[in-house]
Nanobody
Framework: QVQVVESGGGLVQAGGSLRLSCAAS????????MGWLRQAPGKEREFVAD????????HYADSVKGRFTISRDDAKNTVYLQMNSLKPEDTAVYYCAAGLGYYATAGYGHWGQGTQVTVSS
């Protein structure tokens, strides 16, 4: 079983950068795909990015391609989301999730509490 805790959110001006971290517990972290999703006020939760268990496969929402980068450090049981060129529409609560399998297509089974990202114009 994997448990995750997000950190790194905050307030940033448009065009700025933030790096979110997701610390995971559990001995099987390296066998799980990991993902980031976000939910803006009044909107449905949406996919942002995911990374496979071996880091060889990553996917991004069209809205963040070229600006966000997902990565993982299995030695630290941590997954990151580097967010550059932030826009006000990136404002949301960002959630980290541990996949049910090696790839994100297996779905997510373990969610964090979320970290708030606010981008001012």
């Amino acid at each position: 079983q994997v448990q995750v805790v997000e950190s790194g959110g905050g307030l940033v001006q448009a065009g700025g950068s933030l790096r979110l971290s997701c610390a995971a517990s559990g001995r099987t972290f390296s066998r799980h795909a990991m993902g980031w999703l976000r939910q803006a006020p009044g909107k449905e939760r949406e996919f942002v990015a995911d990374i496979s268990w071996n880091s060889r496969s990553t996917h991004y929402a069209d809205s963040v391609k070229g600006r966000f980068t997902i990565s993982r450090d299995d030695a630290k049981n941590t997954v990151y989301l580097q967010m550059n060129s932030l826009k006000p529409e990136d404002t949301a609560v960002y959630y980290c999730a541990a996949g049910l399998g090696y790839y994100a297509t297996a779905g997510y089974g373990h969610w964090g509490q979320g970290t708030q990202v606010t981008v001012s114009s």
